[in-house]
């Protein structure tokens, strides 16, 4: 039995059973101290019993502090995860406990994003990094008892499917302004996403050691390449126009001063296999700005490139290499897709390519 007992205006009910930990907990009424008592004891005679203390105990900002210091710097996007965990530290919601919080609390929390006209992949992405607080707390923290809120409610479907691609004219007009921008690996960065079919965080982390011409190949080693989900195959076939780039770029590096051997098959072949370091010499976010202004420039006249995303260029690459005839598991050797149904959304075939085949 629960031994429940005045003090003051409240009540305060404990339980003692042998083979748990002793509970208590104060209510200002009789009759919840009462209901409380009489739901975990139940829980225990059932063998359902978890301990809530901590859960009760522990606020949201306490956990994502936690969290912060022991999951997300084994995260991929360390940056990215701080970003999402500052933001949900300014919310209101950080001050309740765990136990406290429900699926309605996040639910508001969704809509008033969607009011303030956030994109639904944002939005998916912030109920996210919480969601994985709350098994993480469940399973690794000593929270059995606590319950997911956010299984309880309706998740953002996350971002579109996109089917834009280059149109025609628009890979000249934008490889002449990526030329004239200043940044000479900008118009090189465009063609090589073109061609190689490479993420942004991939391309530009390309770098000398792993170029071989001879054998027109692009090895990258273990841990370059990346996590399941966005995976990177080890060999890359390039073509005869990426190797062209490459070697461009090689001679890019040659004016930066940079120290180069020259192979000794003449004075105009550089030989990539004897540089060190990255093959850009340049950031993502530096080329990623210059993109941003030149398709600002660009739109000027034809408002339709605003449509154009850098990430788009890959879903232009998966579509050229279908169209050069590739079967979809070669295709998918070089992309870097581990599901047919992913490699489908990046790729948008032109109705015009196919009319050959059609006869």
Not at 110 to 135: C, P
Not at 216 to 231: Q, V, Y
Not at 298 to 312: F, G, M, Q, V, Y
Request: charged share 30%; aromatic share 8%.
């Amino acid at each position: 039995m629960a031994y429940i007992s005045q003090r003051g205006i409240y009540w305060r009910a404990e339980i003692r059973r042998r083979g748990y930990k002793p509970v208590y907990r104060t209510f200002d009424t009789k009759h919840q101290a009462q209901q409380w008592a009489r739901r975990l004891e139940g829980e225990m005679d059932s063998g359902l019993y978890f301990d809530r203390s901590e859960s009760e105990r522990t606020t949201l900002r306490e956990a994502l502090g936690r969290y912060q210091r022991e999951i997300v710097p084994e995260k991929r996007h360390p940056y990215q995860e701080n970003r999402r965990i500052q933001r949900w530290l300014d919310q209101d919601l950080s001050h309740r406990t765990l136990a406290g919080l429900r699926g309605a609390d996040f639910a508001k929390y969704r809509d008033q994003r969607r009011a303030a006209g956030r994109a639904e992949n944002t939005i998916r992405l912030e109920l996210q990094i919480i969601s994985h607080l709350f098994e993480v707390a469940r399973k690794e923290w000593g929270m059995e008892g606590l319950m997911n809120p956010l299984n309880n409610i309706r998740k953002p479907s996350g971002s579109l499917a996109r089917d834009r691609r280059l149109r025609l004219g628009e890979f000249e007009k934008l490889h002449g302004l990526l030329s004239a921008s200043g940044n000479p690996w900008a118009a090189p960065a465009f063609e090589l996403v073109i061609e190689t079919s490479l993420r942004q965080s991939a391309l530009f982390s390309v770098r000398w050691e792993w170029l071989d011409l001879d054998s027109r190949m692009l090895r990258f080693p273990p841990d370059a390449r990346g996590a399941d989900n966005k995976g990177i195959p080890a060999a890359l076939p390039l073509s005869r126009r990426a190797i062209n780039i490459f070697r461009h770029l090689a001679a890019i590096a040659e004016g930066a001063d940079v120290r180069i051997i020259r192979s000794q098959h003449g004075p105009g072949n550089i030989a990539p296999a004897k540089l060190r370091g990255r093959i850009f010499g340049t950031t993502s976010n530096a080329v990623i700005c210059v993109w941003k202004r030149v398709i600002q420039t660009a739109s000027i006249e034809d408002p339709e490139l605003k449509t154009l995303r850098w990430h788009d260029l890959r879903h232009e690459a998966a579509s050229r290499l279908f169209e050069k005839g590739l079967h979809p598991m070669e295709v998918a050797s070089i992309t870097g897709h581990r599901s047919m149904q992913m490699l489908k959304r990046y790729t948008h075939l032109n109705p015009e390519s196919l009319l050959a085949r059609l006869g």
